[in-house]
């Protein structure tokens, strides 16, 4: 059993920055695709970012291209979310998830997720 935990969500205005952060429960990062998802109530939850734990190879969805950073520290088993330039449509409530190497955007293949963490942004 994996656990994920989150933080560094909070109220931020528009055009500011947060950093979400990721630990994990697991020895290493390696072998493991961890992602960043978010949802809005009502609606589906949406994938922003992925990286590998053995390569650090690296996906984003196109919405948050150009503005949101993914970073791992495999001392800290830790995984970042670097959000930039931040709008009142990404207020949402934002997780963090593991997963099998070779998956990057579908949800169904992440198996473990953190509790989530509030981002509200103002306008």
């Known amino acids: 059993q994996v656990q994920l935990l989150e933080s560094g969500g909070g109220l931020v205005q528009a055009g500011g920055s947060l950093r979400l952060t990721c630990t994990l429960s697991t020895r290493t990062l390696a072998n493991t695709k961890i992602g960043w998802f978010r949802q809005v109530t009502g609606k589906d939850r949406e994938f922003l970012a992925a990286i590998s734990g053995t390569h650090g190879w690296i996906n984003y969805g196109d919405s948050v291209k150009g503005r949101f950073t993914i970073s791992k520290d495999d001392t800290k088993r830790t995984v970042y979310l670097q959000m930039n330039s931040l709008k009142p449509e990404d207020t949402a409530v934002y997780y963090c998830?593991?997963?099998?190497?070779?998956?990057?955007?579908?949800?169904?293949?992440?198996?473990?997720w953190g509790q989530g963490t509030q981002v509200t942004v103002s306008s």
């Open positions: 998830a593991a997963g099998p190497a070779n998956t990057v955007y579908n949800i169904a293949n992440y198996n473990y």
